[in-house]
């Protein structure tokens, strides 16, 4: 037998032992299943049905054109730990010192997730779900710290950063492919082998009857620049570094994006297979903007940046059972919301001591409810960064420069209305005030990975920076890798 079917098939003999689940529900269909599939570094118009017109991704659209499409999603951060943080707890990641590490730097045993703080697989797993994470964790390190400690059933993936597509190295070059706790060795394109496994735990899952949360959280496209075929070039960056300053092109970027969605093909098509989709809610999204090749149109800026680019992202829901299908939804929507949404659709509840900060969009999807007006936040270390949305309105900072921009009127950014609206912008910085007050203060010591060059404001007019002090971007942290 080989090491990848002994292993498939311990999963499958794992998840049959742990659960002991399968008689729980009189009706095993009555709670929907969650896939939830969350991509990485994605542009918000980087799937066609966003509007990438030289992208072929039809399994992304099929999600949305079987369900809805929010036009308002926004990350928690513009960069991924940060966001994944938010994502587990539904609340501000800067409730938690792991979320003012912006992202978590490697190697860090110390800062993490706490084993102990309620997260959605763990509130989940309550109501009789099984629970299982493919890909990305990126929440803090052993031995304190992981998917397991914190409410996952089994895990299969990586727990850094980054990976090397082929090698399945990270950025310190260590070997970063895990089933479970144990560390193993496979070969193969790393999209292939969590499209692979994810498929595993579908079927794993419906044999044993019983409903489940897959995360299925994606590498792709985060550097290294490798799409299917490249081994070569993996080997190149093996031997330089795994950030990949000099390589990429959109060529790439792009196949990268279709092997992802092909992978996202092959779940869907399990789910049809077990008879499970139209009970499952399959959700689509990013972990921030994206980076250098990404599509962020019609926004400016990028990851790393406050900027509606470095925020905005591809938000899709279908469940065929609740949800229309082909609608899209104005609803300003954040990425600490699907706990809380996700809670409500399996008939579970938030734990009242940590009651979340997003919120439930069940009837916005559900009954088409007419949009919430909210405030959302950030708050981001490199250039002094903040902001905050209001209705219409956001507040932005970028180091000594402020901003007022009417974001449905002028999306790219560009016309400040500070002065012309000076008593919104007074309202917004006070309200950003107020709410910073509530929230742990950055640390100096925490980990940002900052701006290398200009900032956007530079490119507008605005002053610019001629001293350290006037120009307060952290220095790299010893030891740590920029990720």
């Known amino acids: 037998m080989s090491r990848r079917a002994l292993l498939r098939g311990a999963a499958l003999g794992t998840l049959a032992l742990a659960s002991g689940l399968d008689n729980v529900f009189a009706q095993p ?44 999603a926004y990350a928690n951060s513009a960069v991924c730990s940060a966001t994944r943080l938010a994502l587990i707890t539904g609340r501000y990641q800067y409730r938690l010192p792991l979320g003012l590490e912006e992202p978590l730097a490697t190697p860090n045993t110390n800062v993490g997730l706490p084993p102990e703080h309620p997260t959605l697989p763990s509130l989940l797993k309550k109501i009789g779900y099984g629970t299982t994470l493919v890909g990305k964790w990126h929440l803090g390190a052993l031995p304190k710290f992981g998917p397991l400690q914190s409410g996952y059933d089994h895990f299969y993936g990586f727990r850094t950063g980054a990976l090397d597509y082929y090698a399945h190295t990270n950025t310190g070059q260590r070997d970063d492919l895990w089933y479970g706790d144990v560390a193993i060795h496979e070969t193969g394109y790393l999209t292939d082998l969590l499209g692979n496994r994810a498929v595993d735990v579908v079927n794993g899952y419906a044999r044993l009857r019983q409903p489940f949360l897959l995360s299925l959280h994606f590498n792709a496209p985060h550097w290294p620049w490798e799409a299917p075929g490249d081994e070569a070039e993996s080997s190149r960056v093996r031997s330089t570094n795994l950030r ?30 077990n008879g499970l989709a139209s009970n499952t809610i399959v959700i689509f999204t990013s972990d921030n903007g994206g980076e250098r090749f990404a599509d962020t149109w019609p926004f400016t800026g990028r990851k790393t940046e406050l900027l509606e680019g470095g925020l905005r992202i591809p938000s899709i829901i279908s469940w065929p059972e609740r949800i229309p299908r082909g609608q899209t939804r104005d609803q300003v929507s954040m990425t600490m919301d699907w706990l809380p949404t996700v809670l409500a659709a399996a008939g579970g509840a938030p734990d009242p001591a940590f009651g979340p900060d997003g919120i439930n969009l069940l009837p916005q999807l559900t009954q088409n409810a007419a949009p919430v007006t909210r405030k959302i936040f950030w708050r981001y270390k490199a250039n002094a960064q903040r902001a905050i949305r209001d209705g219409d309105f956001k507040y932005l900072k970028i180091l000594d420069n402020t901003f007022l ?44 990975e900052g701006h290398t060059g200009d900032t956007w404001a530079d490119h507008i007019g605005a002053p610019k920076a001629t001293t350290k002090a006037d120009n307060p971007v952290p220095p790299k942290k010893p030891g740590g890798p920029r990720l």
């Open 405 to 448: 921009f009417n974001l449905v009127d002028d999306p790219m950014e560009r016309a400040n209305l500070k002065d012309r609206r000076k008593d919104v912008y007074d309202r917004l910085v006070a309200q950003w005030l107020e709410w910073n007050a509530t929230m742990l203060p950055e640390v100096d010591e925490s980990y940002t």
């Open 29 to 72: 269909g009555s709670r929907p299943n969650i896939v939830f599939i969350m991509a990485d570094d994605l542009g918000y118009a980087d799937v066609a049905c966003y509007g990438r017109p030289d992208l072929n991704t039809p399994n992304i659209d099929r999600i949305a054109a079987n369900g809805v499409r929010f036009l308002q």
């Open 244 to 273: 990949h300053f000099d390589g990429g092109t959109q060529k790439t970027y792009q196949r990268m994006i279709e092997a992802m969605d092909a992978q996202i093909g092959r779940v869907l098509q399990a789910l049809d297979v």
